[in-house]
């Protein structure tokens, strides 16, 4: 799919398939495209090119009204001038289904989301977490086909948020609808999905699990985006993907693995590490396997699970590592080497 | 910040306001007088209101005046209400701004030059002038002031409430009654209102355009106050006075109202 506003594209060629009954994340920068390619889904905007297939069928020129897909809005768009009850039930009398079902099914999704006690409420008179869950209820009571959630947690505050992380995901788990959540948060893509598509300027750069993205990245973007990392530049050594490579570094040849066809021989790419993959091991020898960078500790900072070590390495160019709690803490100043193990060093484009 | 007003200011309010509205307590305090000499009070007493109700031409007018008032108002309610939606719709189209500008005009128009044409205008049509050349004309220089009380209030309608209606399987047209119109309702009774209380008050365009037998209570008024001003002019003003207060209050307490 593509969209273009004017001549700008928004969503640049994406191309996606979303398994039934999966939870599938959205993450990238405000300005990505990701609200505008729910915004299609939905039916709020016409793809410039492209097709929505639902069940095999095209849903493209189908207006919003029609289609078996409903959206939970950021704002939460609940009807002002309706009770929490007739919020949930507004989608339901537009099915024209009798009475007594459509009470039936608005108690169901009431009881869904714990809000029993409330369902003759003004919107106005909920806190911020409760009207999240009557824009859920109001948007699951329809039982679409797939549910749309534009950052569906973004206006909740931090403690209620992770929460509200694990009861969304209780609440799919138990109605089996496929959810497609478009978020800001890496941490709230990596504990809410079960796949992440990542976004970049209009483009999907990278679809898969959490682990995938953490520790394969296709680009050096999303190696940045979820969790921290060290990147090191340089030219790139002969072979191609899903082979380990040569990567040559100011710091000297560093071996990596090459998941995504990171270029050809002696294009310059980047070297992602991620700190605690760092094998951090005091004195100036080398151990032997793989590679191993010498480096001078500057400071050590305790963080309860682990302890953060920043070590300068021999270009003056500073790298983290990270030990588990309970080892034995080494001093600033002293001479470590960094052992790069090859298979956890993987190799993106620069 | 002192919430207390300086003696002096305190004096200038007392001022201003007595400008304004000096001249109307007057009217009323002597729509209460028992003397039959305008300027000369003789205790209090209702019996010009009494005897208002016996003045067959007075309540004629008052008559005619209350079916333009309405009719206009209905009439520049639904059509101003459809202007303020055409010119909320977030694609801008061609001639927006031209269109906007053409709607608001008749707000600052000379009410001479509005009564002219129009008079103009139904001359050439060869239209009968009477009571419905009245309430065209003012449907016409209301219709604005609607337009742009609705307007006002769509501007703060939250865009996603009407996406999310559609979302839920409403078609464009039900989306509109069950979550538009609701939330816009408090408006369009105030523009209503608003039209209502501008029509009873108009005696120039109503001047012009109107035909035999259809004179409005300004106009009687107007053509009684050229012979001289009797008490029962007092009393009819005062009760005009008092329902385009409580019109126009209605109508600012309904556009002041949240949610």
């Known amino acids: 799919m593509t969209k273009r506003f004017g001549t700008v594209p928004a969503v640049e060629a994406v191309s996606l398939d979303l398994a039934a009954g999966e939870i599938?994340?959205?993450?990238?920068?405000?300005?990505?495209?990701?609200?505008t390619l729910l915004r299609m889904l939905a039916g709020f905007e016409a793809p410039s090119a492209g097709r929505i297939l639902l069940d095999g069928r095209d849903l493209a020129g189908v207006p919003p009204h029609r289609r078996p897909v409903n959206m939970m809005f950021q704002s939460y768009a609940l009807f002002p001038h309706m009770s929490v009850a007739g919020n949930i039930a507004y989608g339901l009398k537009q099915e024209g289904l009798a009475k007594a079902e459509i009470a039936a099914r608005t108690a169901e999704m009431l009881r869904l989301v714990q809000l029993e006690g409330l369902a003759a409420r003004r919107p106005d008179r909920l806190s911020g977490g409760q009207r999240q869950r009557v824009a859920l209820a109001r948007a699951l009571a329809k039982r679409p086909r797939v549910l749309l959630l534009d950052e569906p947690l973004g206006a909740l505050d931090r403690s209620l948020r992770e929460a509200t992380q694990a009861e969304l995901r209780e609440i799919q788990r138990r109605l089996g609808t496929t959810f497609v959540v478009v978020t800001h948060d890496p941490g709230e893509a990596m504990v809410l999905a079960d796949r992440i598509g990542?976004?970049?300027?209009?483009?999907?750069?990278?679809?898969?699990?959490?682990?995938?993205?953490?520790?394969?990245?296709?680009?050096?973007?999303?190696?940045?985006?979820?969790?921290?990392?060290?990147?090191?530049?340089?030219?790139?050594?002969?072979?191609?993907?899903?082979?380990?490579?040569?990567?040559?570094?100011?710091?000297?040849?560093?071996?990596?693995?090459?998941?995504?066809?990171?270029?050809?021989?002696?294009?310059?790419?980047?070297?992602?590490?991620?700190?605690?993959?760092?094998?951090?091991?005091?004195?100036?020898?080398?151990?032997?396997?793989?590679?191993?960078?010498?480096?001078?500790?500057?400071?050590?900072?305790?963080?309860?699970?682990?302890?953060?070590?920043?070590?300068?390495?021999?270009?003056?160019?500073?790298?983290?590592?990270?030990?588990?709690?309970?080892?034995?803490?080494?001093?600033?100043?002293?001479?470590?080497?960094?052992?790069?193990?090859?298979?956890?060093?993987?190799?993106?484009?620069? | 910040m002192s919430t207390r007003l300086h003696p002096l200011a305190l004096a200038a309010l007392a001022l201003g306001f007595a400008f304004l509205y000096g001249p109307i307590l007057v009217l009323v305090v002597y729509s209460f007088n028992a003397s039959r000499l305008v300027t000369v009070w003789g205790g209090f007493s209702t019996r010009w209101y009494a005897s208002l109700a016996a003045d067959g031409a007075l309540v004629t007018a008052t008559l005619v005046t209350l079916k333009v008032a309405f009719a206009s108002a209905s009439l520049a309610t639904v059509l101003g209400t459809l202007a303020a939606l055409a010119?909320?719709?977030?694609?801008?189209?061609?001639?927006?701004?031209?269109?906007?500008?053409?709607?608001?005009?008749?707000?600052?128009?000379?009410?001479?030059?509005?009564?002219?044409?129009?008079?103009?205008?139904?001359?050439?049509?060869?239209?009968?002038?009477?009571?419905?050349?009245?309430?065209?004309?003012?449907?016409?220089?209301?219709?604005?002031?609607?337009?742009?009380?609705?307007?006002?209030?769509?501007?703060?309608?939250?865009?996603?409430?009407?996406?999310?209606?559609?979302?839920?399987?409403?078609?464009?047209?039900?989306?509109?009654?069950?979550?538009?119109?609701?939330?816009?309702?408090?408006?369009?009774?105030?523009?209503?209102?608003?039209?209502?209380?501008?029509?009873?008050?108009?005696?120039?365009?109503?001047?012009?355009?109107?035909?035999?037998?259809?004179?409005?209570?300004?106009?009687?008024?107007?053509?009684?106050?050229?012979?001289?001003?009797?008490?029962?002019?007092?009393?009819?003003?005062?009760?005009?006075?008092?329902?385009?207060?409580?019109?126009?209050?209605?109508?600012?307490?309904?556009?002041?109202r949240r949610g």
């Open chain 1, 24 to 35: 599938f994340c959205l993450l990238g920068p405000s300005g990505c495209g990701k609200s």
């Open chain 1, 198 to 350: 990542v976004m970049d300027r209009g483009r999907l750069v990278q679809v898969g699990s959490a682990a995938t993205l953490y520790e394969r990245p296709a680009t050096r973007y999303v190696a940045g985006l979820l969790g921290d990392v060290n990147l090191i530049e340089g030219r790139l050594g002969p072979g191609g993907a899903g082979q380990a490579r040569i990567l040559d570094t100011p710091l000297g040849p560093l071996t990596g693995t090459d998941h995504h066809g990171a270029g050809e021989a002696g294009a310059s790419a980047v070297l992602a590490l991620r700190p605690e993959r760092l094998r951090l091991a005091p004195g100036s020898e080398g151990e032997g396997d793989g590679e191993s960078l010498p480096a001078t500790l500057l400071d050590a900072t305790y963080l309860g699970d682990r302890i953060l070590y920043r070590a300068r390495a021999a270009d003056g160019r500073v790298l983290r590592a990270t030990a588990p709690a309970g080892t034995a803490p080494l001093a600033p100043g002293e001479a470590v080497r960094l052992g790069v193990p090859p298979e956890a060093a993987a190799l993106v484009p620069a």
């Open chain 2, 87 to 256: 010119l909320d719709r977030r694609g801008r189209f061609p001639g927006r701004t031209l269109f906007t500008g053409l709607l608001v005009a008749p707000m600052v128009m000379p009410e001479v030059i509005i009564g002219l044409s129009l008079l103009l205008l139904f001359v050439a049509l060869g239209v009968d002038r009477g009571l419905w050349t009245i309430v065209a004309a003012h449907a016409t220089f209301t219709l604005c002031f609607v337009a742009v009380v609705v307007q006002a209030r769509l501007a703060t309608l939250d865009r996603s409430l009407l996406e999310a209606a559609a979302d839920l399987g409403a078609p464009p047209a039900r989306v509109f009654l069950t979550v538009t119109l609701p939330l816009i309702l408090p408006a369009v009774i105030a523009g209503f209102l608003l039209a209502f209380t501008l029509s009873m008050d108009d005696l120039v365009i109503a001047s012009f355009v109107s035909g035999p037998g259809a004179t409005t209570l300004p106009m009687r008024l107007y053509s009684q106050v050229r012979l001289g001003v009797s008490p029962e002019i007092n009393a009819i003003s005062t009760l005009l006075i008092a329902t385009v207060s409580l019109g126009v209050l209605a109508a600012s307490l309904l556009t002041a």
